[in-house]
Protein backbone atom coordinates (compact mmCIF):
# COMPACT_ATOMS: atom_id res chain seq x y z
CA UNK A 1 0.00 0.00 0.00
CA UNK A 2 0.74 3.46 -0.64
CA UNK A 3 2.62 4.81 3.00
CA UNK A 4 1.30 8.06 1.31
CA UNK A 5 -1.88 7.34 1.46
CA UNK A 6 -3.56 10.96 3.45
CA UNK A 7 -5.61 9.05 6.89
CA UNK A 8 -9.32 10.83 6.75
CA UNK A 9 -10.76 10.97 9.97
CA UNK A 10 -14.86 10.61 9.88
CA UNK A 11 -17.27 11.60 12.69
CA UNK A 12 -19.82 8.87 13.25
CA UNK A 13 -23.25 9.31 14.27
CA UNK A 14 -23.32 8.32 18.51
CA UNK A 15 -26.64 6.83 19.47
CA UNK A 16 -26.79 7.04 23.50
CA UNK A 17 -27.92 4.05 25.26
CA UNK A 18 -30.17 4.64 28.06
CA UNK A 19 -32.21 8.02 29.50
CA UNK A 20 -30.85 7.59 33.14
CA UNK A 21 -27.34 6.96 31.98
CA UNK A 22 -24.48 8.64 33.68
CA UNK A 23 -23.73 11.94 31.95
CA UNK A 24 -19.89 11.58 32.80
CA UNK A 25 -19.73 8.29 30.88
CA UNK A 26 -20.38 7.84 26.90
CA UNK A 27 -22.43 4.64 26.70
CA UNK A 28 -23.96 4.13 22.98
CA UNK A 29 -23.48 2.76 19.77
CA UNK A 30 -21.86 4.60 16.82
CA UNK A 31 -23.38 4.61 13.16
CA UNK A 32 -21.82 5.39 9.82
CA UNK A 33 -23.24 4.80 6.02
CA UNK A 34 -20.49 3.24 4.90
CA UNK A 35 -20.39 5.53 1.54
CA UNK A 36 -18.12 7.93 3.32
CA UNK A 37 -15.51 5.02 3.71
CA UNK A 38 -16.29 4.17 0.48
CA UNK A 39 -16.11 7.38 -1.14
CA UNK A 40 -12.76 8.16 0.49
CA UNK A 41 -11.25 4.72 -0.45
CA UNK A 42 -12.14 5.53 -4.46
CA UNK A 43 -10.85 8.99 -3.95
CA UNK A 44 -6.93 7.32 -2.77
CA UNK A 45 -7.64 8.06 0.89
CA UNK A 46 -7.78 5.79 4.08
CA UNK A 47 -10.84 6.18 6.17
CA UNK A 48 -10.53 6.32 9.71
CA UNK A 49 -13.84 6.53 11.95
CA UNK A 50 -13.07 8.49 14.95
CA UNK A 51 -15.62 7.30 18.09
CA UNK A 52 -17.06 10.27 19.76
CA UNK A 53 -15.28 11.20 23.48
CA UNK A 54 -15.11 13.46 25.95
CA UNK A 55 -11.66 12.94 26.44
CA UNK A 56 -9.39 16.51 25.20
CA UNK A 57 -6.36 14.67 25.11
CA UNK A 58 -7.90 11.84 23.08
CA UNK A 59 -8.89 14.91 20.18
CA UNK A 60 -5.53 15.89 20.59
CA UNK A 61 -4.16 12.91 19.66
CA UNK A 62 -7.19 12.29 16.19
CA UNK A 63 -5.54 15.17 14.88
CA UNK A 64 -2.17 14.24 14.94
CA UNK A 65 -3.45 10.83 13.51
CA UNK A 66 -5.24 12.23 10.05
CA UNK A 67 -4.60 14.41 7.67
CA UNK A 68 -7.81 15.85 7.24
CA UNK A 69 -11.52 15.00 8.36
CA UNK A 70 -14.83 14.42 6.96
CA UNK A 71 -17.79 15.56 9.18
CA UNK A 72 -20.74 13.08 8.88
CA UNK A 73 -24.34 13.65 8.42
CA UNK A 74 -26.99 13.28 11.29
CA UNK A 75 -29.21 14.80 13.38
CA UNK A 76 -29.80 18.56 14.45
CA UNK A 77 -26.77 20.48 16.48
CA UNK A 78 -28.32 21.88 19.10
CA UNK A 79 -29.61 25.32 18.97
CA UNK A 80 -28.43 26.47 22.49
CA UNK A 81 -24.88 26.18 20.88
CA UNK A 82 -25.60 29.33 19.11
CA UNK A 83 -27.40 31.29 21.24
CA UNK A 84 -31.17 30.07 20.27
CA UNK A 85 -34.15 28.61 22.10
CA UNK A 86 -35.49 25.28 19.91
CA UNK A 87 -38.70 25.70 17.77
CA UNK A 88 -41.15 22.81 17.96
CA UNK A 89 -39.90 21.85 14.71
CA UNK A 90 -35.97 20.96 16.13
CA UNK A 91 -35.90 17.37 15.71
CA UNK A 92 -33.14 15.17 17.98
CA UNK A 93 -30.36 16.54 19.32
CA UNK A 94 -27.16 14.92 20.85
CA UNK A 95 -25.00 16.88 23.44
CA UNK A 96 -22.25 14.39 23.42
CA UNK A 97 -21.92 14.47 19.70
CA UNK A 98 -22.04 17.90 19.52
CA UNK A 99 -19.39 18.60 22.07
CA UNK A 100 -16.92 16.32 20.66
CA UNK A 101 -17.73 17.67 17.38
CA UNK A 102 -17.33 21.49 18.27
CA UNK A 103 -14.15 20.45 20.19
CA UNK A 104 -12.60 18.76 17.21
CA UNK A 105 -13.40 21.35 14.70
CA UNK A 106 -12.72 24.07 16.53
CA UNK A 107 -9.19 22.45 16.95
CA UNK A 108 -8.98 21.44 13.08
CA UNK A 109 -9.73 24.96 11.66
CA UNK A 110 -6.71 26.06 14.71
CA UNK A 111 -4.70 23.67 12.61
CA UNK A 112 -5.12 24.61 9.19
CA UNK A 113 -6.03 21.22 8.82
CA UNK A 114 -8.50 19.78 5.54
CA UNK A 115 -12.10 19.51 5.82
CA UNK A 116 -14.98 18.43 3.97
CA UNK A 117 -18.12 18.76 6.20
CA UNK A 118 -21.27 17.14 4.37
CA UNK A 119 -24.66 17.66 5.57
CA UNK A 120 -25.10 17.90 9.54
CA UNK A 121 -21.11 18.22 8.83
CA UNK A 122 -22.09 21.61 7.15
CA UNK A 123 -24.28 23.49 10.36
CA UNK A 124 -21.55 22.04 12.69
CA UNK A 125 -18.46 23.66 11.20
CA UNK A 126 -20.94 26.80 10.46
CA UNK A 127 -21.29 26.66 14.10
CA UNK A 128 -17.65 25.82 14.84
CA UNK A 129 -16.81 28.95 13.54
CA UNK A 130 -19.78 31.26 14.90
CA UNK A 131 -22.51 31.04 12.71
CA UNK A 132 -26.23 30.20 12.64
CA UNK A 133 -29.12 27.75 11.72
CA UNK A 134 -32.35 27.86 9.74
CA UNK A 135 -33.69 25.30 12.76
CA UNK A 136 -36.63 24.11 10.08
CA UNK A 137 -36.88 25.25 6.49
CA UNK A 138 -40.14 24.21 5.59
CA UNK A 139 -41.13 26.25 9.02
CA UNK A 140 -38.25 29.42 8.23
CA UNK A 141 -38.21 29.70 4.54
CA UNK A 142 -41.26 31.12 2.54
CA UNK A 143 -41.86 28.85 -0.60
CA UNK A 144 -38.87 26.37 0.41
CA UNK A 145 -38.14 23.76 -2.27
CA UNK A 146 -38.57 19.78 -1.15
CA UNK A 147 -35.43 19.43 0.85
CA UNK A 148 -35.71 15.82 1.90
CA UNK A 149 -36.23 14.61 -1.43
CA UNK A 150 -38.29 11.60 -2.09
CA UNK A 151 -35.97 9.62 -4.48
CA UNK A 152 -32.69 7.46 -3.44
CA UNK A 153 -29.51 9.29 -2.60
CA UNK A 154 -27.70 8.58 -5.21
CA UNK A 155 -30.01 10.79 -7.54
CA UNK A 156 -29.79 15.18 -7.58
CA UNK A 157 -33.36 16.16 -6.77
CA UNK A 158 -32.28 19.88 -6.99
CA UNK A 159 -30.11 22.56 -8.80
CA UNK A 160 -27.73 24.63 -7.04
CA UNK A 161 -25.69 27.29 -8.87
CA UNK A 162 -22.13 28.00 -6.86
CA UNK A 163 -20.55 30.81 -6.83
CA UNK A 164 -18.31 30.94 -9.68
CA UNK A 165 -14.83 31.98 -8.27
CA UNK A 166 -14.97 29.25 -5.51
CA UNK A 167 -13.17 26.30 -4.54
CA UNK A 168 -16.25 24.40 -4.89
CA UNK A 169 -16.75 25.30 -8.42
CA UNK A 170 -12.94 25.22 -9.50
CA UNK A 171 -13.02 21.50 -7.80
CA UNK A 172 -16.80 20.34 -9.09
CA UNK A 173 -15.36 21.83 -12.50
CA UNK A 174 -18.99 23.63 -13.26
CA UNK A 175 -21.01 26.17 -11.66
CA UNK A 176 -24.49 24.99 -11.65
CA UNK A 177 -25.17 21.10 -10.49
CA UNK A 178 -27.87 18.53 -9.86
CA UNK A 179 -27.51 17.47 -6.35
CA UNK A 180 -29.16 15.53 -3.82
CA UNK A 181 -31.04 16.75 -0.83
CA UNK A 182 -31.80 15.05 2.58
CA UNK A 183 -31.56 17.71 5.48
CA UNK A 184 -34.82 19.65 7.02
CA UNK A 185 -32.16 22.82 8.50
CA UNK A 186 -29.49 24.72 6.91
CA UNK A 187 -26.99 27.44 7.73
CA UNK A 188 -28.69 30.71 8.49
CA UNK A 189 -26.19 33.07 9.41
CA UNK A 190 -22.92 32.21 7.57
CA UNK A 191 -19.82 32.17 10.30
CA UNK A 192 -16.89 35.17 10.60
CA UNK A 193 -14.50 34.35 8.05
CA UNK A 194 -16.57 32.39 5.49
CA UNK A 195 -18.61 32.74 2.89
CA UNK A 196 -21.66 30.77 1.11
CA UNK A 197 -20.19 29.18 -2.25
CA UNK A 198 -23.65 27.64 -3.35
CA UNK A 199 -27.89 27.85 -2.97
CA UNK A 200 -30.95 26.88 -4.31
CA UNK A 201 -33.22 28.61 -6.04
CA UNK A 202 -35.34 29.06 -2.82
CA UNK A 203 -32.22 30.76 -1.32
CA UNK A 204 -31.35 28.23 0.99
CA UNK A 205 -27.47 27.90 1.36
CA UNK A 206 -26.32 24.78 -0.06
CA UNK A 207 -22.51 25.18 0.68
CA UNK A 208 -20.22 27.42 2.32
CA UNK A 209 -15.95 27.73 2.42
CA UNK A 210 -13.46 29.27 4.79
CA UNK A 211 -11.74 32.31 3.31
CA UNK A 212 -8.73 31.58 5.48
CA UNK A 213 -7.71 28.20 5.28
CA UNK A 214 -6.06 26.19 1.98
CA UNK A 215 -9.07 23.80 2.39
CA UNK A 216 -12.31 24.24 4.32
CA UNK A 217 -15.57 23.35 2.28
CA UNK A 218 -19.07 22.53 3.62
CA UNK A 219 -21.57 21.36 1.54
CA UNK A 220 -25.14 20.33 2.64
CA UNK A 221 -25.65 17.60 0.05
CA UNK A 222 -24.12 14.32 0.43
CA UNK A 223 -21.05 14.14 -2.52
CA UNK A 224 -20.44 10.29 -1.47
CA UNK A 225 -24.13 9.18 -2.26
CA UNK A 226 -23.34 10.47 -5.62
CA UNK A 227 -20.16 9.39 -6.20
CA UNK A 228 -20.67 7.24 -9.31
CA UNK A 229 -23.32 8.83 -10.11
CA UNK A 230 -22.14 12.10 -11.22
CA UNK A 231 -18.61 12.93 -11.75
CA UNK A 232 -18.59 16.50 -10.29
CA UNK A 233 -19.53 14.68 -6.51
CA UNK A 234 -16.75 12.57 -7.41
CA UNK A 235 -14.48 15.66 -8.26
CA UNK A 236 -15.03 17.03 -5.15
CA UNK A 237 -13.86 13.94 -3.41
CA UNK A 238 -10.82 13.54 -5.33
CA UNK A 239 -9.75 16.98 -4.69
CA UNK A 240 -9.88 16.98 -1.06
CA UNK A 241 -8.34 13.92 -0.55
CA UNK A 242 -5.61 15.24 -2.99
CA UNK A 243 -5.15 18.20 -0.55
CA UNK A 244 -4.97 15.95 2.36
CA UNK A 245 -2.51 14.40 0.65
CA UNK A 246 -0.75 17.59 -0.09
CA UNK A 247 -0.65 18.19 4.15
CA UNK A 248 0.44 14.47 4.54
CA UNK A 249 3.64 15.03 2.44
CA UNK A 250 4.80 18.13 3.99
CA UNK A 251 4.62 15.97 7.42
CA UNK A 252 6.63 13.58 5.88
CA UNK A 253 8.80 15.50 4.59
CA UNK A 254 8.54 17.92 7.91
MN1 LIG B 1 -31.07 20.86 -0.31
Not at 236 to 245: D, I, P, R, S, T
Amino acid sequence: MDKLRPVIGITPSFEPHGSNSDPNRLHGIHRLDDNYARAVRLSGGLPLILPTTREIQVVTDYLQAVDGLIFSGGGDVNPILYGEDPIPQLQTVDPSRDEFELGLCKEALNHNIPILAICRGVQLLNVAAGGKLVQDISHCVPKALQHRQQAPIWHGSHVIEITPDSLLAQLMKTTQAQVNSSHHQAVGDVAPGFRVTARTSDGVIEAIESLHHDFVIGVQFHPEGMYESYDYAAALFLGFVEACQTVKKLRVEG
